[in-house]
């Protein structure tokens, strides 16, 4: 990419000198043409005002001392002969023009000199004519040096254009070196990754938004992979009621073997629907909730209470107080009833008891045991040994739907999920 701007911006500086140095080089010749015809003008000019007088008088003209710089300068007369000065013995073309007194000088070229002649007139008659000369060679020289000249700033200028095209391309090119390399580190992973700012807009704001793009995809990693590590604790309850009864069964082989195959079976059909649950609840967005079937979610947990807690001779016992309706996900209260009810079995004694009440403009459901008292404990906070994980999972479930998760009393341990209850429909008026 380096070279390619580098030789972009080259030939952008060839092209325009092109195009500026052609017209000025033909500009350069046509100056230097006129410049020598003012210049033979000039000196023919003094010349016959030096010897005009004695052209009208017919005498022999005396020439002034030329300086070296000087045109040659020659006096002829009107039938072309050379009187005196420097110039051929006889005449040429622009000496006959002016002796015809039909222009009032005449320029040609002859041989390898440039010719300029004047008449010296008397009245309406031509008394002599005054030749001024310059070679050719003279005017090519301070053509071609000027040209020469020209060049060498052409290829000044062409050189300048290469070096600041090196230093702007290096500008240019090593923030989206840098930027390159920022987006490999990403690719190759590393989410931590931001690329520096250039000063340049644009490439800052590409910047910009590669760095929010990282930033985006490092959160949603990080929160995939929460999800998964709770989920997967989250599974661990449905798991532990089957094999809880699988024990119960093998313990006393002289119960029915049916009833166990059917307690695994309903343990089995737990566990695929907490997997269904938490399946749905990582893809789901917030929308329109139906009302929630508490009764049937009871059951439910009743159902999973009571295969965890009857192995370890422990009772559950659900209590409804008039509780309110509520538009949530049914899948969310399911998993965080599920968490307290993994928590009161494997950290609490004695009877479980959960009540859903009616909190004022919310639905309230305790789940409380008999345990020890948390005292200043934070239940929440997630230890080395992974306890807490599924109380977390719970609480970011209930946030989720509009609701709250606490710990309402450390002593017995209760813990309160509270949700927003619907709105009573107003009646119409008869």
């Known amino acids: 990419m380096r070279r ?3 030789s972009l911006t080259v030939l952008a500086a060839l092209v325009a000198t092109a195009l500026f140095a052609l017209p000025l080089g033909i500009a ?3 100056y230097y043409r006129d410049d020598t015809k003012a210049e033979l003008e000039r000196a023919a000019d003094i010349v016959a005002l030096a010897v005009s007088h004695e052209l009208n008088a017919g005498l022999a003209p005396v020439l002034p001392r030329p300086d070296d710089d000087d045109a040659q300068v020659g006096v002829y007369t009107a039938g072309g002969q050379r009187l005196a000065g420097y110039g051929p013995a006889v005449a040429g073309t622009a000496e006959r023009l002016a002796a015809s007194a039909t222009v009032d000088v005449a320029v040609e070229q002859e041989g390898e000199e440039v010719v300029l002649a004047v008449p010296v007139l008397s009245g309406s008659r031509v008394t002599g004519v005054i030749r001024a000369a310059r070679p050719m060679s003279e005017l090519r020289l301070r053509v071609l040096l000027t040209w020469l000249g020209m060049a060498g700033l052409a290829i000044a200028a062409i050189g300048v254009s290469w070096l600041l095209a090196r230093r702007f391309t290096t500008r240019l090119v090593r923030p989206l070196e840098e930027l390159a390399a920022a987006a490999g580190r990403l690719g190759d992973g590393d989410f931590t990754a931001r690329s520096p700012r250039a000063g340049i807009p644009e490439i800052d704001q590409v910047g910009e938004t590669l760095d929010a793009t990282a930033a985006r995809i490092g959160e949603t990693l990080e929160r995939e992979r929460a999800f998964s590590a709770e989920a997967s604790h989250q599974l661990r309850t449905p798991l532990t009621g ?10 006393t082989p002289a119960a029915d073997p049916y009833a166990a195959i059917r307690a695994g079976i309903a343990s089995a059909d737990r566990l695929e629907r907490t997997i269904e649950d938490l399946l749905a609840l990582g893809r789901e967005r917030r929308a329109p909730r139906a009302e929630l ?4 979610l009871l059951e439910e947990v009743r159902q999973a209470g009571e295969a965890l807690l009857q192995p370890q001779g422990r009772a559950l016992r659900i209590v409804r107080e008039d509780p309110p309706p509520a538009h ?7 998993q965080v009833l599920g968490v307290l009810l993994d928590n009161a079995v494997t950290h609490g004694r004695g009877t479980v008891t959960v009540v859903a009440r009616d909190a004022g403009d919310a639905l309230a459901i305790d789940v409380a045991d008999e345990g020890s008292d948390l005292g200043e404990t934070d ?8 306890h ?15 609701g709250r998760l606490r710990l309402s009393r450390p002593c017995p341990p209760t813990f309160t999920l509270l949700l927003p209850a619907a709105e009573p429909t107003v009646a119409d008026p008869a």
Do not use: D, H, K, S
């Open 379 to 386: 239940p929440f906070a997630t230890v080395p040994t992974g």
């Open 388 to 402: 807490g994980i599924g109380l977390r999972l719970a609480r970011g479930l209930a946030e989720a739907e509009g």
């Open 4 to 6: 390619r701007i580098i």
């Open 242 to 251: 089957l094999r809880l009864q699988l024990e119960a069964a093998l313990e």
């Open 328 to 334: 949530v996900a049914a899948a969310a209260v399911r």
């Open 28 to 30: 350069v010749m046509q």
């Open 293 to 296: 079937a508490l009764g049937a």
